[in-house]
């Protein structure tokens, strides 16, 4: 195994519990603190379009009229397509976690296009005056003017240092921090809404996950740490390449780092089944070894936060480009992850009911745990079957998991209501993900065998011990639970 990038991590990554620039004697006040003349502003943008959905929503229900939820839910993304900034997000994670909302709005949901249009080198050049000072461009062997990228809370810009490296700098859009409680606050009415319609699942701790996982992508500072916390993790897997974090040219809202070349991932999808086969089993370590070993996940499996590298002409293994989304879950979240799947392995139902209650679900009897176990017979279907083969069968990627969420769904509306978990959230939005990944490459692989490598001699004391250690190495707290 290669140890990844030793040298620049001893230099770099130690420095990630600090990441202002040392230049700056005293940070600056922030103006793009969470402000209420800016929250006004977003409140008028959002929640007049949102709210002219929910009012005829309420008003439909009020009146005792039948309502069209396909007209209802295109107006709704119509409202929310033409809005830069976290409510995209906040609809893009929506639509990718089953049944959060009802199956119409997810469709129109997953319509939002997940690059924003990019901001103009005018606003560039105010944005990096404001994080590196007004001498910035000296900093830079040179920056391009065109983004590489855009996304809804920022975009990422091509450089090089001043010798010669490839860098990306990550910039946020401003008025992030008020725009993201003002549209967190709008997400309750969508929850809200949901309530009404759909009594089966409650998610509010849906709700609330999604809220402080946007809020922590807004932290550079704390993104440039889970760079530091994925190079720890990672530094013996070769198929698998973190960039290295450049502090001195990085604030909390500027994220500088190496610039990892890499083709698309689709761009291989008719690859011999070999090469596919090579950069789904990076997927699966990227995924699960982290999440197996020290309890953190990537928690955002959109096809563009990685891409393909190369070795001897042919694809090796995969580049992982985005640090925003990570979930670090309390270890006794991954016990309960292990103890499901072990239960389901031999069909010991105590050791399910123990998984299921260790993860928070409450008040569990024998038909709640035959509705929860169609949804985890799903997920764990492919590690659980020890043979060479596709993660599903004549499955669009798109369609994913909708089969089987509609059917928890359905019954969930006779057994319910049902609180899912806040843990719950990302985890089951990172399977989905992956599993559409696996299905867009035409994997087949045994993840019978791939899964029990990564969990194999599983404790929680480890996990505990081996989190504790690398969130203390990189300047991170260990979850507490919440």
């Known amino acids: 195994m290669r140890n990844f990038g030793a040298a620049n991590y001893t230099n770099r990554a130690s420095l990630s519990s600090h990441f202002v620039p040392t230049f700056v004697p005293m940070p ?108 910035w461009q000296a900093k830079f062997g040179s920056f391009e003017h065109q983004p590489a990228a855009a996304a809804s809370l920022g975009q990422v810009h091509r450089a090089a240092s001043l010798d010669g490296k490839t860098l990306a700098c990550k910039l946020q859009y401003p008025d992030m921090q008020s725009a993201v409680e003002a549209d967190l606050n709008q997400l309750q009415m969508l929850f809200a809404l949901y309530r009404r319609l759909e009594p089966a699942i409650d998610p509010t701790e849906i709700g609330n ?33 973190v960039p290295n974090v450049w502090p001195e040219i990085s604030t909390g809202r500027l994220l500088t780092l190496d610039w990892l070349e890499g083709s698309k991932l689709l761009t291989h999808k008719d690859a011999s089944l070999e090469a596919r086969n090579r950069i789904a089993a990076a997927m699966f370590t990227a995924w699960w070894f982290p999440f197996s070993r020290f309890g953190v996940i990537h928690g955002d499996p959109h096809l563009g936060n990685y891409t393909v590298f ?30 499901l799947y072990k239960g389901l392995l031999t069909g010991d139902d105590a050791r399910v009911v123990h998984a299921y209650e260790t993860w928070g ?9 035959d509705v929860l176990n169609i949804w985890a017979r799903f997920i764990y279907g492919p590690l659980l079957d020890d043979r060479v083969r596709s993660i599903a069968d004549g499955v669009k990627p798109s369609e994913y998991g909708r ?53 194999e001699n599983f404790s929680v004391s480890d996990v505990t011990e081996r989190q504790n250690a690398a969130l203390a190495r990189v300047g991170l707290q260990s979850p507490n639970g919440g």
């Open 310 to 339: 190369e070795r001897d002409g042919a694809p090796h293994g995969i580049n992982l480009l985005d640090y925003g989304c990570i979930r670090i879950f309390p270890p006794a979240f991954v016990g309960g992850v292990v103890d």
């Open 403 to 455: 089969r089987e969420a509609f059917r928890v769904h359905q019954a969930l509306k006779e057994k319910g209501p049902v609180t899912i978990p806040r843990e719950f959230v990302f985890m089951d939005r990172a399977a989905i993900g992956l599993g559409g990944v696996f299905l867009h490459l035409k994997a087949e692989l045994n993840y019978f065998r791939l899964f029990n490598e990564a969990i």
């Open 28 to 135: 600056p006040p922030d103006n793009e603190a969470n402000r209420f003349s800016a929250r006004a502003a977003r409140y008028a943008r959002v929640g007049t379009n949102v709210g002219g959905v929910a009012a005829r929503i309420a008003g439909a229900r009020f009146l005792g009229l039948g309502m069209d939820r396909g007209k209802n839910a295109a107006a709704l993304g119509a409202a929310l397509g033409g809005l830069k900034g976290p409510i995209m997000k906040v609809a893009q994670l929506l639509a990718t976690i089953p049944e959060a909302i009802p199956p119409e709005y997810t469709i129109e949901l997953a319509k939002l296009q997940s690059e924003a249009p990019p901001m103009g080198w005018s606003f560039v050049k105010r944005r990096m005056s404001a994080e590196l000072g007004l001498e």
């Open 209 to 241: 996950e999604i809220s402080d996982r946007i809020r922590e992508e807004l932290d550079y500072v704390r993104e440039a740490k889970h760079v530091a916390l994925y190079q720890e993790m990672l530094v013996h897997t070769d198929a698998v390449r």
């Open 361 to 369: 679900f409450k008040d569990l009897k024998r038909d709640l745990i």
